[in-house]
Nanobody, 124 residues
Framework: QVQLVESGGGLVQAGGSLRLSCAAS????????RVWFRQAPGKEREFVAV????????TYADSVKGRFTISRDNAENTVYLQMNSLKPEDTAVYYC?????????????????WGQGTQVTVSS
C-alpha cells in the first residue's frame, strides 16, 4: 500500500510563494511519475504539473506555467511544487498522485495513489 502525504499549504497574500511537498511511504514510488492536481470549491479536479521518473521531463498547465516548478528528490521519495507569484485563482486543495509506468498522464482517473490534499488559500 502506497501512502502519499502532502504538506506545505497555507494562507498567503497574492504575489507570495509557497512550497508544497509530497512524501511517499514506499521506496518504489521514487520510480513512478508524480503529479500535482488541484480542486477549487465547486470545480472539477484539474491538472497542475507532472514530472517523469528521473525528473528530466516536466509538463505544466498553462495557468501555472512560468510560476510553478515541480521537482523531485528520489532519495527522499518526495516531490515538490514551488509556487511563486500566487494569485487568488490558485486557491484550491492541492493533491499529489502517482502511478506505475512511464506515461505522464494529466487526467486524474489515470492515477492510482493519492494524498489527502493540502489547502492553499491566496488572498487578494
Amino acid at each position: 500500500q502506497v501512502q502519499l502525504v502532502e504538506s506545505g499549504g497555507g494562507l498567503v497574500q497574492a504575489g507570495g510563494s509557497l512550497r508544497l511537498s509530497c512524501a511517499a511511504s514506499r521506496r518504489t514510488v521514487s520510480s513512478y511519475p508524480r503529479v500535482w492536481f488541484r480542486q477549487a470549491p465547486g470545480k472539477e479536479r484539474e491538472f497542475v504539473a507532472v514530472i517523469s521518473r528521473s525528473g528530466g521531463t516536466t509538463t505544466y498547465a498553462d495557468s501555472v506555467k512560468g510560476r510553478f516548478t515541480i521537482s523531485r528528490d528520489n532519495a527522499e521519495n518526495t516531490v515538490y511544487l514551488q509556487m511563486n507569484s500566487l494569485k487568488p485563482e490558485d486557491t484550491a486543495v492541492y493533491y499529489c498522485a502517482a502511478r506505475e509506468g512511464n506515461a505522464l498522464w494529466v487526467r486524474p482517473r489515470e492515477y492510482d495513489y493519492w494524498g489527502q490534499g493540502t489547502q492553499v488559500t491566496v488572498s487578494s
